[in-house]
């Protein structure tokens, strides 16, 4: 079945630092990927669609100059927290569409932890 | 926009039956699903709707009625595991074909 990972599982760094979470189709290729925020008992929020050599779409309310998306190639999308503060410390999964336009699944990573302190 | 409405808790005793029940309001609407979380993992499908009807799929069903804005996922033969969030999520018309979440429900089950 269609594999996705994520890079690292958890992280932590301090206040005011960058970091870089990615999000990899390892056996399909992705045209389309997705970026979701979730904090403790509360559901996906889409924070951003992906799309291969083009700029990512942002959701109302998502800093762009804040979160840094690029979509590089057909299996790899990273996600840039810049400037991190302790209000940014939750769990971010990716999400990856295959490029067959009759596909209708997203195939989840295992999601990335971070923490801000 | 999109509304989707779901119950926050339900708690159910092993080996019976539950449905969770979700409503949606949206602007465009190309298909339903249901996934299923657990506490710290990432949501794993469940079934997918696009047209009204049940669709069944071994312990677990989802039905969609698209004029009643309806759904909801049917769970036979609960089993301890069974216990996690479960989250109805509406895909946007459009290209990109984004997917809307609702809060979803946290299932708990008895023995």
């Known amino acids: 079945g269609a594999v996705v990972s994520q890079h690292p599982s958890w992280v932590i760094c301090k206040s005011g630092t960058s970091v870089k979470i990615e999000c990899r189709s390892l056996d399909f290729q992705a045209t389309t990927m997705f970026w979701y925020r979730q904090f403790p008992k509360q559901s996906l929020m889409l924070m951003a669609t992906?799309?291969?050599?083009?700029?990512?779409?942002?959701e109302q309310g998502v800093e762009k100059d804040k979160f840094l998306i690029n979509h590089a190639s057909l299996t790899l999308s990273t996600l840039t927290v810049t400037s991190a503060h302790p209000e940014d410390s939750s769990f971010y999964i990716c999400?990856?569409?295959?490029?067959?336009?009759?596909?209708?699944?997203?195939?989840f990573g295992p999601g990335t932890r971070l923490t801000v302190t | 926009g999109q509304n989707i409405d779901q119950p926050t808790e339900m708690t159910a005793t092993e080996g019976a039956i539950v449905q969770i029940n979700c409503t949606y309001q949206?602007?465009?609407?190309?298909?339903l699903f249901w996934y299923q979380q657990h506490a710290g993992e990432a949501p794993t499908f469940l079934s997918y709707n696009v047209l009204d009807g049940l669709e069944e799929k071994g312990r677990f069903s989802s039905f969609l009625s698209r004029s009643k804005g309806y759904s909801y996922l049917l769970l036979k033969e609960l089993q301890m595991k069974d216990s996690a969030s479960y989250l109805c999520?509406?895909?946007?018309?459009?290209?990109?074909?984004?997917?809307?979440f609702g809060s979803g429900t946290q299932l708990t089950v008895l023995p």
């Open positions: 999400s990856a569409r295959p490029g067959d336009y009759y596909s209708y699944e997203q195939y």
């Open positions: 949206t602007s465009g609407f190309n298909g």
């Open positions: 999520a509406v895909r946007r018309s459009g290209s990109a074909r984004q997917l809307t």
């Open positions: 992906s799309n291969e050599g083009s700029k990512a779409t942002y």
